[in-house]
Nanobody, 124 residues
Framework: QVQLVESGGGLVQAGGSLRLSCAAS????????MGWFRQAPGKEREFVAS????????YYADSVRGRFTISRNNAENTVYLQMNSLKPEDTAVYYC?????????????????WGQGTHVTVSS
């Protein structure tokens, strides 16, 4: 099992940027793909981005492609989500998650370990 802790959320104006971090601990010797998901009030949790174990493959939701960038530093057991050109509709709780499917996936069900989430609020 991997323990995940997100940080970097906050309040930002539309058009601004935030960088989320997710620190992993526990069984980090096992290879994991990592993903970011988000959940807005009253909505289901949705896929944002994922990155393969070695960082060679990334996937993005259409709604964030070109604005968000996922990256990882395996030496530091950390994954990042750089969010630029933020919009009010990006407001949500953002979660990072780990998947044993090391190529990465958009499928929420393939992620076994989840963080507690970090709040992102984008004001108009």
């Amino acid at each position: 099992q991997v323990q995940l802790v997100e940080s970097g959320g906050g309040l930002v104006q539309a058009g601004g940027s935030l960088r989320l971090s997710c620190a992993a601990s526990g069984r980090t010797s096992i290879s994991y793909a990592m993903g970011w998901f988000r959940q807005a009030p009253g909505k289901e949790r949705e896929f944002v981005a994922s990155i393969s174990w070695r960082g060679r493959s990334t996937y993005y939701a259409d709604s964030v492609r070109g604005r968000f960038t996922i990256s990882r530093n395996n030496a530091e057991n950390t994954v990042y989500l750089q969010m630029n050109s933020l919009k009010p509709e990006d407001t949500a709780v953002y979660y990072c998650a780990a998947s044993a499917l090391i190529s990465g996936t958009r499928d929420l069900q393939r992620y076994s370990d989840w963080g507690q989430g970090t709040h992102v609020t984008v004001s108009s």
